[in-house]
């Protein structure tokens, strides 16, 4: 077989790398001389500077195109979480969840579309749906990131967007060390609810050794974090046509003005704790056998609450208002008259577990084959209480309650209000005046009108992912073909929804009563009001303080959005390792085909509605069995020291949302007086969606082209087009 000469400095930063989880294979060097100056160039540079090499060592050695991270040290990503630290690469974009980086965009695609693994198997998501949300993922496990813009045979993770494959360390290959790092936080902004803080911190311990004449290794990471959140929300409620009629002395309102029908605005404070457990045991006890267990726990708890006001204006809260200003068709300023204004102290608490278990054998069975099994299993829990509680100044239908009337201005941040001229406030903080209980009435007809005083949402999920993996790779010797690897992989995977909920009632009905255990006074001064009272409305729910009804009897996306769906995948593959000179140019890649067999199965309900708004829920499943074939192939051609010019084919797949393959269908009408004489067919009493269990993966074929100038060890240059 052809030997080609590596380029000596990506031998000499990849080697360098080992410990930190990059372990590519070479074909053994029979130069001597060679094989010694190459030993002469392995360097190995910490810090900031050792990272950039080590990532850039990882992209100029990978016939696909690809994006790289590695940690400075062990255990030290610069990032609170994955999401920030990948964020950066090009080609990749951040998305801001909740104050967080969480989702992580490839080439545009969301993480919807791209495909996550930890150690080359698929990671399950803590989100919704397979989807992975990046910031749940503490950086001190992670020794390098390397993000695949094009995709290869063996890759059970390929999808449109690309694939992200997190890297643990190699305890066998790394140094040993035990490491504290520790940082403390603080957000810039004070927390406006009493009952929580604006401190955090983030500590972790790593700890790697090597034992029994370096045939053992282990390698912990234990990682702790808290980090506060601070926010303010002005939300309107949207634009309604203002009447001209309305309008005060010298006020021109043109036909087609707009004006803010009302607001719900709060002040949010959250708290992210998050605690992980990473180990590593490597274990070669001769020089043919090498296994690997890895092993992942998560456990992440957010707390945080939403505490402000829900109050219509003009049209949509009122008739009775009065317009003072107008400005290129907006009503600018103006005050109305009057509106039980509704204090919200919603709470929300979210808990999620996550375990995956992996277990690697390497076996080399002669000097050309190596065989290779792969088991790993994960499973995700996740529980969600999100509760809404209302209060005001007294109970819909009771005679003599204050209504707050307002004057607002418009302003580049949204409204600001005052009082009103001519009539006196009300004062929202007054424990003696507020009360526990609905001062709107939206209640549904199973409670009553006036009956509805909270609702809370607590859907849980459960998802379980094992996988089977059976692979063999070696060298042969046909023409270009200087390698091939082939195998199997089989997937099981099973996704459950308990889509829950109820209305809540205060044990005070049909009266009202005053809240118990006030914590304080939130301040809503960033949009001109005083505040309002801050209760824990959380603790009320969980001691059973309320009366809870079950929305499943009125609501049918309750049912209608509570399923399980099973996914079963069998995938072959073959790839061709090829290596090739034309002319003086080198130029190495692979060629390879993917069958993918889906078998997928879901369960859930179809759901109607009777004449008393009663839900019927009528059990249904269905499900589609089919095949994809989707060929690859990667091109990598040195045309100077340094300097790549890379192609790219292939066909890709982004297997479809599990919740849109839930079997479900729901029909659903309104039973509001307004939306049934309504002649607007967007403001109609009917509702309906679906799930498709047949539903089929998105594809794409794509095309890409890049060209890399790698100039220094730390420094390069690059421009890509694809086009998918």
Not at 444 to 456: K, L, S
């Amino acid at each position: 077989m052809k030997q080609f000469k590596p380029n000596l400095i990506k031998v000499a930063l990849i080697t360098g790398g080992v410990a930190f989880g990059c372990s590519p294979t070479f074909a053994q060097e029979t130069n001597s001389e060679a094989a010694d100056e190459a030993n002469v160039e392995v360097i190995q540079v910490s810090g900031i500077r050792g990272s950039l090499q080590r990532a850039q060592a990882i992209k100029m050695d990978s016939t696909s195109i690809v994006e790289a991270l590695s940690a400075e040290d062990i255990g030290k990503l610069p990032d609170t979480s994955i999401a920030e630290s990948i964020s950066r690469l090009p080609g990749l974009a951040g998305e801001r969840r909740n104050g967080r980086t969480s989702g992580i965009s490839v080439r545009g695609f969301n993480e919807n579309y791209v495909g996550t693994s930890l150690n080359g198997r698929e990671l399950l998501g803590m989100g919704d749906n397979r989807g992975v949300e990046f910031d749940l993922y503490p950086t001190e496990i992670i020794s390098s990131i390397v993000v695949y813009k094009t995709a290869e045979a063996g890759m059970t993770t390929q999808n449109i967007g690309g694939s992200i494959d997190l890297q643990t360390i190699s305890p066998l290959a790394a140094k040993s060390t035990f490491a504290i790092n520790g940082s403390y936080e603080k957000n810039a902004e004070d927390s406006p609810n009493p009952d929580f803080d604006n401190n955090g911190h983030r500590i972790s311990v790593n700890y790697v050794d090597q034992f029994a004449d370096d045939t053992i290794g282990l390698a912990l990471t234990v990682a702790s974090m808290e980090s506060p959140r601070q926010e303010q929300h002005f939300r309107g409620w949207g634009y309604a046509g203002a009447n001209a009629d309305n309008a005060a002395a010298g006020v021109d309102v043109a036909e087609g003005t707009t004006i803010l029908g009302g607001h719900d605005s709060f002040a949010r404070s959250a708290m992210l704790e998050r605690d992980s457990i990473a180990a590593v045991v490597e274990w070669a006890p001769t020089d043919k056998l090498n296994v690997q267990v890895d092993a992942l726990y998560i456990d992440f708890v957010e707390d945080d609450v939403r505490r402000g006001l829900e109050e219509g204006g003009a049209e949509w809260g009122t008739g009775e208002y009065t317009i003072t200003g107008v400005e290129n068709g907006l009503v600018t300023s103006g005050y109305y008259d009057g509106f039980y204004s509704v204090i919200r102290n919603d709470a929300r608490t979210q808990e999620a577990d996550l375990t995956t278990v992996g277990v690697n054998a390497e076996y080399i069975l002669n000097d050309n084959w190596t065989l290779e099994f792969d088991y790993s299993t994960g499973k995700v829990e996740k529980d969600i209480i999100d509760v809404e509680s209302y209060s005001g100044v007294g109970r819909a239908g009771i005679d003599g309650r204050p209504i707050t009337a307002r004057s607002w201005e418009m302003t580049t941040t949204g409204a600001v209000y005052s009082d009103h001229p001519s009539i006196a406030p009300v004062d929202l903080t007054d424990e003696s005046l507020i009360r526990l209980a609905g001062p709107q009435a939206w209640g549904a007809p199973i409670i009553g009108a006036d009956a509805q005083d909270g609702f809370v949402n607590q859907p849980n999920y459960e998802e379980d992912l094992d996988t089977y993996r059976f692979d063999a790779k070696g060298y042969v010797e046909w023409g270009v073909v200087t390698g091939m690897s082939a195998g199997v992989i089989y997937s099981d995977r099973s996704k459950t929804k308990e889509n829950n909920g109820a209305y809540l009632t205060a044990p005070s009905y049909p009266g009202d009563a005053a809240i118990p255990d006030v914590l304080g006074v939130v301040p809503l001064d960033f949009i001109g009001i005083d505040g309002i009272l801050a209760y824990d409305s959380l603790g009320l729910f969980q001691s059973g303080y309320y009366t809870a009804t079950d929305a499943k009897l009125v609501q049918n996306d309750r049912l209608g959005d509570s399923y399980t769906v099973d996914e079963e995948l069998l995938t072959f593959y073959t790839k061709f390792d090829l290596e090739m000179e034309v002319g003086d140019i080198y130029i190495r890649g692979n060629v390879g085909v993917q069958v993918v067999n889906a078998d997928q199965q879901s369960t859930g309900f179809s759901t109607t509605s009777d004449a008393d708004g009663m839900t019927v829920a009528v059990p249904v499943s269905g499900g589609a069995d089919y095949t994809d074939v989707l060929p690859t192939l990667n091109l990598s051609a040195e045309v100077a020291e340094g300097q790549f010019v890379r192609f790219a084919l292939g066909k890709v797949i982004s297997r479809p949302r599990m919740d849109d393959m839930r079997p479900n269908t729901q029909a659903s009408f309104a039973f509001n007086d307004n939306q049934i004489t309504s002649t607007d067919p967007e403001n109609g009493p009917w509702s309906g969606s679906s799930g498709n269990p047949e539903l089929k993966p998105l594809e794409a074929n794509q095309l890409d082209i890049a060209y890399e100038n790698y100039f220094s060890d730390t420094g390069y240059v690059a421009a890509s087009f694809f086009y998918k």
